[in-house]
């Protein structure tokens, strides 16, 4: 990884860990991101137009916009059901083989998962066993990803690893969405699963590539009940409830800017306009928390994305919605980075890969509450948009539970 010094300028000397694992590592992780920003980025979109189409609710006196909503909804519900219910059979199964094993599982049955979304507007029942192999395979990839990260990247320069890829990683938010949004208007949907297929040869390549190398622990629903009943598991599992309600209800987001401004690519041209100005904030607040250990430009920052989400209900223009994503990114590369320090920081030790499988069976425990939630906001309670921006306005206030010592 680079090492940027200014010897004139005064500028912050950064230091970044670059061992061999952790720069495949990140290369998995930027590709991953790619294809999440490109083709999965749209899903929502996607499946919210397939509803109406595939004839699944008729009688149930549902509006096109309600079937659409319900096919979103279960999509994720069936996609997390079935993560949480392969979570320690998986896990096991990593143990018993490798890190890397898992990263090839990831990407080939992530390949599947887009060979379906190709046939599934002529073809609709392989949605179902689209979503099971999505759940599937969240199981291979971050518990994976999330434990190696902690394992690789040194405790004292954690914000700066977690702010470099950060830098990458919006780089590639900045091009994605617009791109990804072109293909749509040009080549329609499918035009975006076949390039992630590419995308995902390429994930394959650096997973062959890392050492292969058996994990030493052990993992159990009984041992995940145990951590259940510690009181400073639970604050921190709380902090991954907070996390998923502010991260699902940004999937949705682009639906409804698209309800707004009625065109596909007007969404991912607006996505990649707020992100411009955020981009080397991360690089420069990662430093900034390697040096600086105070929690209050955290709960600051907390206060401020809550208060977005609440302003996100009144907002009807592209101007206004810009300014407001604009705002979220910067303020949310400092909050979610300090975030992300503490959570791989508390990850490290003998039992991390343990921490991050709970850590996902606890997010996809809520994500099934999410998703259903979801469906009723906007078909039994009369709260629609401004009670899912307002229960990721809670996510926020809830992430604030995270700490990166375990007192």
Not at 135 to 162: P, R, V
């Amino acid at each position: 990884m680079p090492r940027i010094r200014s010897y004139h300028f005064h500028l912050p000397q950064f230091s970044f860990d670059h061992s061999r694992d952790l720069k495949l590592l990140y290369g998995i992780r930027i590709f991953r991101s790619l294809i999440g920003k490109l083709a999965m980025f749209f899903l929502p979109l996607f499946l919210f137009q397939l509803g109406p189409q595939v004839n699944w609710f008729t009688g149930w006196g549902l509006s096109e916009f309600q079937q659409g909503v319900v096919m979103i909804a279960g999509y994720y519900v069936l996609a997390r059901s079935m993560s949480l219910l392969t979570a320690i059979p998986i896990g096991k199964l990593v143990i018993k083989t490798s890190h890397q094993l898992a990263f090839l599982f990831s990407h080939l049955l992530h390949s599947l998962v887009f060979i379906g979304l190709i046939y599934a507007p002529t073809q609709p029942a392989i949605l179902l066993l689209v979503a099971i192999i999505d759940g599937i395979q969240i199981n291979f990839i971050w518990n994976s990803y999330h434990s190696l990260l902690s394992f690789n990247a040194l405790k004292k320069t954690m914000g700066q690893d977690l702010g470099l890829l950060r830098v990458l990683l919006n780089l590639i938010y900045m091009i994605s969405p617009a791109l990804g949004g072109l293909l749509v208007v040009l080549a329609g949907y499918q035009s975006l699963f076949m390039v992630s297929l590419f995308f995902e040869l390429i994930g394959v390549i650096c997973a062959l590539l890392m050492n292969s190398k058996k994990l030493k622990d052990q993992i159990s629903w009984q041992e995940f009940w145990s951590w259940l009943q510690e009181k400073r598991f639970v604050s921190l599992g709380f902090s991954f409830v907070g996390r998923y309600f502010h991260d699902a209800t940004l999937v949705v987001w682009p639906l409804y800017v698209f309800l707004l401004l009625g065109q596909v690519d007007r969404v991912g041209y607006l996505y990649s306009l707020s992100l411009f100005l955020a981009m080397m904030v991360s690089l420069f607040m990662g430093w900034h928390l390697d040096h600086h250990k105070s929690r209050k430009p955290f709960l600051l920052s907390g206060g401020i994305l809550s208060i977005l989400w609440i302003i996100r209900s009144f907002i009807f223009n592209i101007w206004s919605i810009a300014i407001v994503d604009m705002i979220d990114k910067l303020t949310g590369n400092f909050h979610w980075l300090f975030y992300d320090r503490a959570l791989f920081n508390r990850g490290k030790g003998s039992q991390a890969y343990s921490y991050f499988v709970y850590r996902e069976m606890i997010v996809s425990a809520t994500a099934v509450v999410f998703w259903t939630v979801f469906a009723l906001l906007f078909i039994v309670f009369p709260l629609g948009w401004r009670g899912l921006f307002g229960l990721a306005a809670i996510g926020v206030a809830l992430s604030l539970l995270v700490r990166e010592q375990s007192h």
